[in-house]
Nanobody
């Protein structure tokens, strides 16, 4: 069984910063991609940023230049550094990983989500 646990959400003023963390644990053989998605009220879940095992990254246009995704492969952890936050960044942020589990079958796993609220 694989567990994906996010942390680091909270309330921040516009222009502020937050750092989200997501740790994967359990029956993992290797992790291919680690991503952050977000879902605002009344909207569909959208990809925010993704990092693959080789280190390549891609970002949603709305966060380019403000957010940075990184990963620590030794810890099976992914981070999302969010700077210059805007009210429109308010959402539940979800961690998503694609991993080869210990049975050598590749699966996608979601975290439970962490709330980020940007408001004065």
């Amino acid at each position: 069984q694989v567990q994906v646990v996010e942390s680091g959400g909270g309330l921040v003023q516009p222009g502020g910063s937050l750092r989200l963390s997501c740790a994967a644990s359990g029956s993992i053989f290797s992790i291919y991609t680690m991503s952050w998605y977000r879902q605002a009220p009344g909207k569909e879940r959208e990809l925010v940023a993704r990092i693959i095992s080789g280190g390549s990254t891609n970002y949603a246009d709305s966060v380019k230049g403000r957010f940075t995704i990184s990963r620590d492969n030794a810890k099976d952890t992914v981070y999302l550094q969010m700077n210059s936050l805007k009210p429109e960044d308010t959402a539940v942020y979800y961690c998503h990983i694609v991993a080869k589990d210990s049975d050598y079958i590749s699966r996608a796993h979601w975290g439970q989500g962490t709330q980020v609220t940007v408001s004065s």
